[in-house]
Each structure stands twice: as structure tokens, then as C-alpha cells.
């Protein structure tokens, strides 16, 4: 058997100003071939999943592309077309099973569904492929993606602590469906609910009660069921919650699974909504609490969200507010970088950070933070993961510097990076447990590092494109009526047509 293994994963945040061009989707771009192989065997990743998967059935390997990238603005036409070009020229050689790893809220310069119009692509080449397809919760479902594929499963956990499950669950259903002991049959549907991501906590509710459904109807005989949180700043028509269940050749059991789910997340949809409390407040409240580490999660200008993650919101009231002994990242900001490179290792400078992003989509320009202190560490950026997201994976967060002002250290990248591992702060020498406060550019994926040994988690409603503020962004493609947006929602509205 010839298996195909494929990533291209993105989260597009359509009102991000950050651009997508090919060069971030790797250290240099894509991994290609054996390059490919190499960087996701061993990793925690669904593609990490299906190499294992298909040794262990001692099946050929293809690895034609392993593209990931940091959410962010629309991907670059040239580039996805480049990534799946490398799919489908693979694909059309011949092939016995295609596995792939993707996102789901992929938005491209010139179309709104990338994974759909992928999947598309490859079934007029291979009408008859069984194909795999592994998705991350924050997917925004269309019928194209489901119609396209054999077996779609995605992550049941948000921070994302089970991509490996979810691929391991996928090919393994696609490899019983070959041997043709199971037969899929794919139900999908969503609700007119614009879930907020920093309500989908999967040990929290109402997200934890959505993922239970799936599990049970796993565990009553589904192949998969995953409950979709969907991505909210994503403008276009399909964004929002859903559902997609696998079943075994019983298309109306499939169903019955799925309208159980969506309905306990439309009785329940108030609590997908996020209330923020004012920024002052939050600070105020830290400022209180002596026993640290406190996190203050700048959740609005996080790399997670596709936000720019230079916005100085929060570390500017924080200051303001007399905080001290801040560890701060990452900021990214190539500029300040640069400078601090150039004063090296000791050297005081004074910097403007952050705000060199226009935010064009909410009528906000960059502020930069004028700053002085001495560089700390010169870094290239680079770690391994080692915590329980993205396992195994090789991070890359371009040249990195570190800025000590006397009350806050600060990591400065070149590029986006998430907060999701101690490695952000350890590879640069900063200790993150000895700092009293910790200025986190996150929303859920400090939970498994940080939360373990933090005293105090304060959620810091800053500015940015991954704001839980409606009010602050222009939908124009959306499917209206949609909950909390418009007035009289009611639950089949503006439902897909799965
Ligand atoms: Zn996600």
C-alpha cells in the first residue's frame, strides 16, 4: 500500500494585518519530501499520528509537504497554491490512501475555504480515494470539506492537547474502511452561534458538555464525533459552530448524534459569548495580589488569534499602574530586535516597542511603548517543544532579544509565537517561575504551562485583532441573522446545508 501524508495548516483571521506569505509556513517556508518526514515524525502532531500509523502497517510513505504557520491575515494565493500543488502532482501519481493534516479555518487571497477548495481539487484528480482528514477545533466547516472527504475527525481538547488522537482517530478509521470493515457516512451541521474562543475551554462549560456529546456518541457506536467551536474573526460566510459525526453506514443514526450536539449548544449559546471587564480593573486587581506569579493574559493581541501581537495596551497600563518584576512575551517586533543586535549583549538602549501595526480592519493605528534598559540575551529563536502542545515540534521565533528594564524583563521576536511553551522564555534565559508577574500574550494555551504553577490568572482585555469584541469588527460575508449579532436568531436560520 502507498499512503500519501500531507500537512497544511493555518487559522486565518481575516481581520489580522499580519500577512501570510510562504516563508512562515517552516523555518524557510514548507518542508518538503524527506524534510517533511523529518519534521513530523516523533511529533504530537495528527501527521506525526499518521507516520506511525502507517509504518506500523508497513505501508509506503509519501511525505509531499508539511506546511504550518502561525495564524494570521489571508494566506498568500502563491503560497497555498504551492502547497497543494505539491499535494495533487503527488496525488496524481498514483496513490492508495491520502492522510491529511489540516486545519480547517483556512482562508486564502482568493478563496474563503482553503481546505474545501483543496479537497475539491484532489477529488477531481482521485474520484475514488479514500482520504483522511484530521481538523482543529477552531475549524469553520463547510460542505466542501465534508463532501470531499472519507473520515474527518478533529481535536476534542482546546489548549489542543490531543492533535495526535485526533489523527491517530481519523486513519485509523480510514484503514478499517479499506479493509472493509466499517463503512463512514458523514453527517455534518452547525448552528447560527459565533462562538467565542475564549469560551471554548474544553474543561470548562459549555464547551466541556458540547465535546461530551461527541464522546458519547463515540462510545454508542460513532467511528468519530467531533464538536467544532469554530473560529469567530474569520469573515466569511460558513464561520461559526458546527459539528461533524462519523457514523457506520447509518447516514440517520449519523444525524440523530449530530442534531443532539448542536442543540445543547444552541440551548447553551449565551455562555459561548465572552465578558470582558475593563482593562483599569484587571490591573488594579493584580496589583493586589501579592503572592506571584500572577498571569496577565493579553488575550486580544495574541498569535493564536492571528492578532499582530505588538499591541502595547496592557504593558503600558500595567507600568502606569506602578506593576514591577514583569516578564513579558513574546513581543514581536523585528525593529527593536535589530537595535538591540546591533547595541549587543550589556549595552542600555532606549527602543520604541511594539505598535508598528496598523490594525486598518478596526481603524487603529500602531502605538509604540518608548522603553530603556539593557539587553539581556541575543538568541536565534530557536527550541524544541517539550510541553504537552505541539509536542516535539522545532519552534522557530526568528532572531530574539531580550529587554530588561529594571521592573520588566521582555522577549522581542522577529516573528509571531505563541506563548505555548516554557521554551518561549526558558531558550532565552528568563526563568518565567521567578517573575511576579507574567504578561502573557495568550487566551488558552498558557493553561498547561503557566496555570500549573501560577497563583492568579487575570484575563487583561487589551486591543487587537483577537478582541472577543464584536462591535469592533466589520463582518460583510458572514451568514446573517447570526447569534450574538443580530436580534431573533432562531437556531435552522442561516443553518449549512449539511
Ligand atoms: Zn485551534
Redesign the pocket.
Known sequence: MRAVIAMMNH?TNTFSPVPTPLEVFGKHGPYHGAAAYRAMKGTRLPMGAYIDLCEQAGWEIITPVAAIAPPSGPVDARAYTQICDAIIDTVKNGCDALFLDL?G?MVVQNTDDGEGTLLERIRAVAPDLPIAVAL????NITDAIVRNATVVAG?KT?P?VDMYEAGDLAGRVLMRAMRGEVKPVMAWGNRPILAQ?LCMNTDAQPMKGFIDLAKQAEREGALAATGFGG?PTADIRDAGLSAIVVADGDAQQAQRWLDRMLDYAWERRADFIYHAEPLEQSIARAKGMKQGPVLLLDHCDNT?SGAAVDVMKVLRMALEQGLSDIAVGPVRDAESVERMIRAGVGQQVSIDLGGKTDMPALGLKGEPLPLTGTVRAITDGEYTITGPQLTGMRAHMGRTAVLDTGTAVVVVTERSQEPWDLGVFTSVGIDPRRHHYLLLKSRMYYRPIFLPFAKAAIECDGIGVGSSNYKLFPYKKLRRPMYPLDQNVQPQSSAGNG
Not at 136 to 139: A, E, I, K, M, Y
Request: glycine letters at 8%.
Open positions: 487559522e486545519h479555518a482543529d477545533l477552531h475549524g481535536y482546546y489542543h474562543t473560529f493564536a
